[in-house]
Nanobody
Framework: VQLQACGGGLVQAGDSLRLSCTASKRTSSNNAVGWFRRVPGTEREFVAAINWNGGSTIHADSVKGRFTISRDRAKNIVHLQMNSLNTEDTAVYFC?????????????????WGQGTLVTVSS
């Protein structure tokens, strides 16, 4: 499975962005998908995850109420809608496919990872 994350860019604090994650294989539509982010020099951080059918989601406390993960199984795309961005959201964002159908915060649960897309929020 190859993943392509896109939608990053340079925005100002308070703006919105929508990230998209597209998988190369239809089989990934039966698996959970997660978004993680990493600031250079720091640990990878969980952002959000969604189960196989979109019926269950998890959001990190740091983004809860601002970010929303969703998926379109027909198009095999997972979105991360990011609103009210602040400078602390600046990072490279990665999407990943889990080994099973349930959503998880654990990065070790995810077996396929995309290249990442850079989000930069200026003050």
């Amino acid at each position: 499975v190859q993943l392509q994350a896109c939608g990053g860019g340079l925005v100002q604090a308070g703006d919105s962005l929508r990230l998209s994650c597209t998988a190369s294989k239809r089989t990934s539509s039966n698996n959970a998908v997660g978004w993680f982010r990493r600031v250079p020099g720091t640990e990878r951080e969980f952002v959000a995850a969604i189960n196989w059918n979109g019926g269950s989601t998890i959001h990190a406390d740091s983004v809860k109420g601002r970010f929303t993960i969703s998926r379109d199984r027909a198009k095999n795309i997972v979105h991360l809608q990011m609103n009210s961005l602040n400078t602390e959201d600046t990072a490279v964002y990665f999407c990943a496919v889990g080994r099973s159908s349930s959503a998880s915060r654990d990065s070790n649960y995810y077996t396929y990872w995309g290249q990442g897309t850079l989000v930069t929020v200026s003050s």
